[in-house]
């Protein structure tokens, strides 16, 4: 059975920044794609980043280019979002995605959430 956890959710203030991880288990972890998507309350889910088996390609949607960086440890079967510079509008809850092909909103693999607030 495949599971994703995330951790590293918080409360904290605008400037600050936030770790959030992602244990996998159930699955050949270094054979999948990883990303992170987010939800805001009211709003859809959107992308945030994603990146390929070895880490080597990653992709980040606009808002948080330069500001966040994902990345993974398969020898650990974890992933990781590195977020500097929060803003009130990087709050939502963030959720781990994994997928054997690509990351998508139809992905096959998602983790319950963690919640990020960031206070203004």
């Known amino acids: 059975q495949v599971q994703l956890v995330e951790f590293g959710g918080g409360l904290v203030q605008a400037g600050g920044s936030l770790r959030l991880s992602c244990a996998a288990s159930g699955l050949t972890f270094s054979s999948y794609a990883m990303g992170w998507f987010r939800q805001a309350p009211g709003k859809e889910r959107e992308f945030v980043a994603r990146l390929n088996w070895s880490g080597g390609s990653t992709y980040y949607t606009d808002s948080v280019k330069g500001r966040f960086t994902i990345s993974r440890d398969n020898a650990k079967n974890t992933m990781y979002l590195q977020m500097n510079s929060l803003k009130p509008a990087d709050t939502a809850v963030y959720y781990c995605?994994?997928?054997?092909?690509?990351?998508?909103?139809?992905?096959?693999?998602w983790g319950q959430g963690t919640q990020v607030t960031v206070s203004s």
């Open positions: 995605v994994a997928d054997p092909i690509r990351i998508t909103t139809l992905s096959r693999y």
